[in-house]
Protein backbone atom coordinates (compact mmCIF):
# COMPACT_ATOMS: atom_id res chain seq x y z
CA UNK A 1 0.00 0.00 0.00
CA UNK A 2 1.44 3.60 -0.95
CA UNK A 3 1.77 6.13 1.82
CA UNK A 4 0.88 9.39 1.05
CA UNK A 5 2.74 12.71 2.22
CA UNK A 6 1.54 15.53 2.38
CA UNK A 7 2.77 19.06 2.97
CA UNK A 8 0.64 21.89 4.44
CA UNK A 9 0.94 24.85 2.84
CA UNK A 10 0.82 26.33 6.11
CA UNK A 11 4.16 24.68 7.28
CA UNK A 12 6.13 26.00 4.00
CA UNK A 13 5.02 29.11 3.86
CA UNK A 14 6.08 31.24 6.76
CA UNK A 15 3.23 34.07 6.78
CA UNK A 16 -0.06 33.06 7.80
CA UNK A 17 -3.44 35.50 8.25
CA UNK A 18 -2.60 36.87 11.48
CA UNK A 19 -2.73 40.23 12.62
CA UNK A 20 -1.99 40.13 16.28
CA UNK A 21 1.28 41.92 17.73
CA UNK A 22 3.82 38.93 18.63
CA UNK A 23 6.42 36.40 17.82
CA UNK A 24 8.21 33.64 19.10
CA UNK A 25 10.28 33.77 22.25
CA UNK A 26 11.84 30.53 22.43
CA UNK A 27 15.02 31.53 21.24
CA UNK A 28 15.65 34.58 23.94
CA UNK A 29 16.53 32.37 26.93
CA UNK A 30 19.22 34.99 28.92
CA UNK A 31 22.10 34.25 29.92
CA UNK A 32 22.43 33.52 33.35
CA UNK A 33 25.53 35.34 34.48
CA UNK A 34 23.76 38.38 32.97
CA UNK A 35 23.20 40.64 36.00
CA UNK A 36 19.15 41.78 36.32
CA UNK A 37 18.28 44.88 37.35
CA UNK A 38 16.88 44.43 41.24
CA UNK A 39 13.80 46.32 40.48
CA UNK A 40 9.92 45.46 40.19
CA UNK A 41 8.75 47.47 36.99
CA UNK A 42 5.54 47.96 35.37
CA UNK A 43 5.38 49.14 32.28
CA UNK A 44 2.70 51.42 31.83
CA UNK A 45 0.62 51.58 28.72
CA UNK A 46 2.20 53.76 26.08
CA UNK A 47 0.83 57.06 24.91
CA UNK A 48 -0.12 56.76 21.46
CA UNK A 49 1.55 59.52 19.47
CA UNK A 50 0.96 57.72 16.16
CA UNK A 51 -1.94 60.12 14.89
CA UNK A 52 -0.23 63.31 15.37
CA UNK A 53 2.64 61.85 12.49
CA UNK A 54 1.82 62.60 8.85
CA UNK A 55 3.56 59.71 7.77
CA UNK A 56 1.36 57.12 9.77
CA UNK A 57 -1.87 58.03 8.62
CA UNK A 58 -1.56 55.95 5.31
CA UNK A 59 -2.45 53.04 8.20
CA UNK A 60 -5.10 53.86 9.44
CA UNK A 61 -7.09 55.55 6.68
CA UNK A 62 -6.40 52.61 4.01
CA UNK A 63 -6.58 48.81 3.38
CA UNK A 64 -3.38 46.64 3.53
CA UNK A 65 -3.16 46.63 -0.03
CA UNK A 66 -2.60 50.29 -1.84
CA UNK A 67 -1.24 52.31 -4.53
CA UNK A 68 1.77 54.31 -2.73
CA UNK A 69 4.31 56.22 -4.59
CA UNK A 70 3.37 55.15 -7.91
CA UNK A 71 3.52 51.28 -6.82
CA UNK A 72 1.43 48.67 -4.90
CA UNK A 73 2.25 48.39 -1.52
CA UNK A 74 1.55 45.98 1.18
CA UNK A 75 1.34 47.83 4.72
CA UNK A 76 0.48 46.56 8.13
CA UNK A 77 -3.10 48.94 7.66
CA UNK A 78 -4.33 49.93 11.27
CA UNK A 79 -7.89 47.98 10.16
CA UNK A 80 -6.71 44.31 11.17
CA UNK A 81 -5.43 44.99 14.61
CA UNK A 82 -8.80 44.07 16.20
CA UNK A 83 -8.99 42.08 20.01
CA UNK A 84 -6.44 44.99 21.43
CA UNK A 85 -4.81 48.62 20.19
CA UNK A 86 -1.71 48.78 18.87
CA UNK A 87 0.16 50.77 21.85
CA UNK A 88 -1.60 47.86 24.66
CA UNK A 89 -0.28 44.64 22.66
CA UNK A 90 3.16 46.60 21.98
CA UNK A 91 3.52 47.11 25.81
CA UNK A 92 2.41 43.86 26.65
CA UNK A 93 5.46 41.91 24.55
CA UNK A 94 7.59 44.34 25.36
CA UNK A 95 6.93 42.96 29.20
CA UNK A 96 7.44 39.45 28.24
CA UNK A 97 10.49 39.92 25.92
CA UNK A 98 12.10 42.06 29.18
CA UNK A 99 10.94 39.18 31.59
CA UNK A 100 12.23 36.82 29.37
CA UNK A 101 15.78 38.66 28.72
CA UNK A 102 15.78 39.07 32.89
CA UNK A 103 15.82 42.65 32.38
CA UNK A 104 14.22 43.28 35.65
CA UNK A 105 13.83 40.78 38.58
CA UNK A 106 9.98 41.17 37.37
CA UNK A 107 8.16 43.26 34.45
CA UNK A 108 4.51 43.57 35.21
CA UNK A 109 2.00 44.72 32.44
CA UNK A 110 0.43 48.31 33.19
CA UNK A 111 -0.64 49.12 36.73
CA UNK A 112 0.54 46.95 39.61
CA UNK A 113 0.15 46.73 43.21
CA UNK A 114 3.88 44.51 43.32
CA UNK A 115 5.90 47.16 41.45
CA UNK A 116 8.38 49.51 42.90
CA UNK A 117 8.85 51.37 39.86
CA UNK A 118 7.32 51.95 36.64
CA UNK A 119 8.18 52.73 32.89
CA UNK A 120 6.83 55.20 30.71
CA UNK A 121 7.08 55.75 27.11
CA UNK A 122 5.98 57.50 23.52
CA UNK A 123 4.78 55.28 20.50
CA UNK A 124 5.47 57.40 17.79
CA UNK A 125 5.63 54.94 15.02
CA UNK A 126 5.00 50.91 14.30
CA UNK A 127 5.28 51.24 10.48
CA UNK A 128 5.49 48.76 7.88
CA UNK A 129 5.13 49.01 3.80
CA UNK A 130 6.92 46.51 1.25
CA UNK A 131 6.32 46.26 -2.43
CA UNK A 132 3.43 44.03 -3.35
CA UNK A 133 4.37 40.93 -5.22
CA UNK A 134 3.52 39.85 -8.44
CA UNK A 135 4.58 36.66 -8.32
CA UNK A 136 3.65 35.87 -5.33
CA UNK A 137 0.10 36.68 -6.80
CA UNK A 138 1.01 34.63 -9.85
CA UNK A 139 2.23 31.66 -7.79
CA UNK A 140 -1.12 31.59 -5.99
CA UNK A 141 -2.88 31.14 -8.72
CA UNK A 142 -1.35 27.59 -9.38
CA UNK A 143 -2.60 26.26 -6.07
CA UNK A 144 -0.40 24.27 -3.94
CA UNK A 145 2.54 23.97 -6.34
CA UNK A 146 2.81 27.60 -7.11
CA UNK A 147 2.56 28.57 -3.62
CA UNK A 148 5.83 26.71 -2.90
CA UNK A 149 7.13 27.80 -6.10
CA UNK A 150 6.97 31.58 -4.82
CA UNK A 151 7.34 30.87 -0.77
CA UNK A 152 10.78 31.97 -0.61
CA UNK A 153 9.75 35.47 -2.44
CA UNK A 154 11.05 38.68 -0.82
CA UNK A 155 10.37 42.40 -1.82
CA UNK A 156 12.15 45.48 -0.60
CA UNK A 157 10.29 47.27 2.04
CA UNK A 158 10.60 49.89 5.36
CA UNK A 159 9.81 49.62 8.57
CA UNK A 160 10.00 51.97 11.58
CA UNK A 161 9.95 51.56 15.52
CA UNK A 162 10.16 54.37 16.91
CA UNK A 163 9.60 55.06 21.11
CA UNK A 164 10.51 58.20 22.96
CA UNK A 165 10.59 59.61 26.05
CA UNK A 166 11.01 56.27 27.69
CA UNK A 167 11.81 57.30 31.62
CA UNK A 168 12.05 55.20 34.70
CA UNK A 169 10.31 56.47 37.81
CA UNK A 170 10.06 55.41 41.85
CA UNK A 171 6.23 54.64 42.00
CA UNK A 172 6.48 57.91 44.41
CA UNK A 173 7.07 59.49 40.77
CA UNK A 174 10.81 60.13 41.39
CA UNK A 175 12.69 59.76 37.97
CA UNK A 176 15.37 57.42 38.32
CA UNK A 177 16.29 57.65 34.53
CA UNK A 178 15.51 59.32 31.32
CA UNK A 179 16.66 56.78 28.38
CA UNK A 180 15.52 59.36 25.82
CA UNK A 181 14.18 58.09 23.04
CA UNK A 182 15.04 54.80 20.70
CA UNK A 183 14.16 54.99 16.85
CA UNK A 184 15.12 51.91 14.82
CA UNK A 185 14.97 51.57 10.36
CA UNK A 186 14.91 48.91 8.92
CA UNK A 187 14.82 48.68 5.10
CA UNK A 188 15.63 45.55 3.75
CA UNK A 189 13.83 42.65 1.70
CA UNK A 190 10.92 40.97 3.51
CA UNK A 191 8.97 37.69 2.97
CA UNK A 192 5.98 38.59 0.37
CA UNK A 193 2.77 37.04 -0.10
CA UNK A 194 -0.15 37.42 -2.83
CA UNK A 195 -2.23 39.01 0.07
CA UNK A 196 -0.27 41.53 1.80
CA UNK A 197 -0.33 39.47 5.19
CA UNK A 198 3.05 39.07 4.94
CA UNK A 199 3.68 42.60 6.23
CA UNK A 200 2.53 42.04 9.58
CA UNK A 201 4.46 39.31 10.63
CA UNK A 202 7.94 41.00 9.36
CA UNK A 203 6.59 44.13 11.25
CA UNK A 204 6.55 41.77 14.44
CA UNK A 205 9.86 40.48 13.64
CA UNK A 206 11.33 43.72 14.02
CA UNK A 207 9.99 44.29 16.86
CA UNK A 208 11.25 41.34 18.28
CA UNK A 209 15.26 42.81 16.97
CA UNK A 210 13.81 46.60 18.67
CA UNK A 211 13.14 45.35 21.94
CA UNK A 212 15.97 43.22 22.25
CA UNK A 213 18.58 46.21 21.22
CA UNK A 214 15.87 47.92 23.94
CA UNK A 215 16.81 45.98 26.40
CA UNK A 216 20.82 46.27 25.53
CA UNK A 217 20.17 50.31 26.00
CA UNK A 218 18.56 50.05 29.30
CA UNK A 219 20.62 47.67 30.82
CA UNK A 220 23.72 49.78 29.73
CA UNK A 221 22.20 53.19 30.58
CA UNK A 222 21.13 51.83 34.06
CA UNK A 223 25.22 49.66 35.10
CA UNK A 224 25.65 52.14 38.02
CA UNK A 225 22.59 53.33 39.53
CA UNK A 226 21.90 52.10 42.38
CA UNK A 227 18.24 51.91 42.92
CA UNK A 228 17.00 51.33 46.51
Not at 65 to 70: D, F, K, T, V, Y
Request: with cysteine.
Amino acid sequence: MKKLFLLSPIFLISCTVSQKITYRMDDLAADQTINTIPAMVEIRIFEDNRPNIEENLVLFNNPRQIRLNGKQTCINSEKHYHKDTVVNEVTKIMVDHFNKARLFKMSLYDRSQHSNYYLTGVLNSFYGEQEYSTAAAVGSSFGLIGALATAGVKTPGKIIIDISDLKLYKKDGTLVKDFGSFYKEYTDRFHADSSCWCIYSNVNEMLKDFNSHLIEKIRNEMSGIELE
